[in-house]
């Protein structure tokens, strides 16, 4: 039994041993592949620190400009502070001498600005008191349907073609001439019309008042001339027009403002036919303030800003006039139809302020109806309007001989205009006759009633006696 626990002690003993062995080679090799591992490791360490030096050695120069740089920096911005006083004070000095150039340089285009304000009143007055300042233009209409046909719608009215002021008719058998301002023949356009009223229109803009008259028989365009038609349109809507463009090229340095009143004046009395109660009669009345000048309580004033504004009040304007009356042709060509334009302005760097009214009139027609043996209401309308028509011959004729007196008050229509056909205001008579044979005593009377407001202008003074008082409407046939 001993021996064989001795065997057992043996061999377990020899187990053992081999076991120590294999575990000691096991130990030996872990330990070598650790070493042989960790030499791998440590060489590229080695590698990487070499990388490293060299990086370190190339950013030191870098680090040197840096600081360097970071230097003055550091100086400049401390001088900075000084160095920026120092310039604004030099730009400031630099731009206070400039702007006290410019401000002389203002005052001194400024006071020219207004020497020459005066100067183009001036010049323009004297134009207007060499020209007078009462123009008289004739306009014949073409013939048309209503004429009729043959003898009866033959033209009695011819031109000469070197010479635009005159023009010939023939009335029974002889041929009269009459001299105007300007004649515009049958083929005149609107725009030439307008061409040569536009200065005039404009002038209101500057503060000059402006009076246009279409004269003449029912049926010869006066119409056609103020209001013209949609497609065609006259002197009243052109005239909006360009003031607005005027106004607009103004801007700049004026504000203005255009505004209308469109009025009728029927047996003397004076209508609005703007307002809220176009049959009430309105009266003229002086200014409380001791001007002198007229207003008329009432009277509604649109201010227009586009032509919208404008085709709305004309509209207006021709409603409230159709219900007043039965037949609209009819009245229109025994009333006078005002359009009173006013356009108030004030110059924005001088604080001038001006005023202008432009007064576009279609006078009743100047036919003598009286004489054909009208009775009741139409007799009196005629009445009316033969002196209202001779009440503005009356006055135009006192305004052009330069007389102490002028009659504003023997009508409604001068006394209304009283301040537009005074002083330097400018006046237009557009004198329309008919070119058809069968009105040619009609037309007579209307050039003759021409001729006569213009030989006024053309007479000196001295002449005043000899030309005797204005003819009324029956003595001029
Ligand atoms: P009034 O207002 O003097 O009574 P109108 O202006 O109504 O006259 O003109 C009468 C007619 O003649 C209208 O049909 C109008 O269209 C036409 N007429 C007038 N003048 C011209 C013209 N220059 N060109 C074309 N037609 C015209
Ligand atoms: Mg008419």
Known sequence: ??????????????????????????????????????????????????????????????????????????????????????????????????IEEVNSANRELLRKYRRELQLRKKCHNELVRLKGNIRVFGRVRP???????????????????????????????????FELDKVFPPKATQEDVFREVQALVTSCIDGYNVCIFAYGQTGAGKTYTMEGTAANPGINQRALRLLFAEVRGKAADWDYAISVSVAEIYNEALRDLLGKEPQEKLEIKLCPDGSGQLYVPGLTEFRVQSVEDINKVFELGHVNRATECTNLNERSSRSHALLIVTVRGLDRSTGL?????????????????????????????????????????????????????????????????????????????????SPAEKNS??????????????????????RKAELGSWPSQEQLE
Do not use: W
């Open 1 to 98: 039994q001993i021996a064989l626990y001795e065997a057992e002690l043996e061999r377990a003993h020899g187990q053992m041993l081999e076991e120590m062995q294999a575990m000691e080679d096991e130990k030996n090799r872990a330990i070598e592949e650790a070493f042989s591992r960790a030499q791998v490791e440590m060489r590229a360490v080695h590698e990487n620190l070499a990388g490293v030096r060299t990086n370190l050695l190339t950013l030191q120069p870098a680090l040197r400009t840096l600081t360097n740089d970071y230097n003055s920096l550091k100086r400049q911005v401390r001088d900075f502070p000084l160095l920026l006083q120092e310039t604004l004070r030099s730009a400031r000095s630099e731009i206070g001498q400039a």
């Open 353 to 433: 302020r001006t005023a202008g009214k432009l007064n576009l009139v279609d006078l009743a027609g100047s036919e003598r109806v009286g004489r054909s043996g009208a009775e009741g209401s139409r007799l009196r309308e005629a009445q009316y309007i033969n002196k209202s028509l001779s009440a503005l011959g009356d006055v135009i004729y006192a305004l052009r001989s330069r007389q102490g007196h002028v009659p504003f008050r023997n009508s409604k229509l001068t006394y209304l205009l009283q301040d537009s056909l005074s002083g330097d205001s400018k006046t237009l008579m557009m004198v329309q006759v």
């Open 143 to 177: 013939i048309t349907k209503e004429d009729g046909v043959g003898a009866e719608a033959a033209s009695a009215v011819t031109f000469d073609p070197d010479d635009d002021a005159v023009l010939h008719l023939s009335h029974k058998g002889k041929q009269v001439s």
């Open 441 to 462: 005593s009609e037309t007579l009377c209307s050039l003759k009633f021409a001729e006569r407001v213009r030989s006024v202008e053309l007479g000196p003074v001295s």
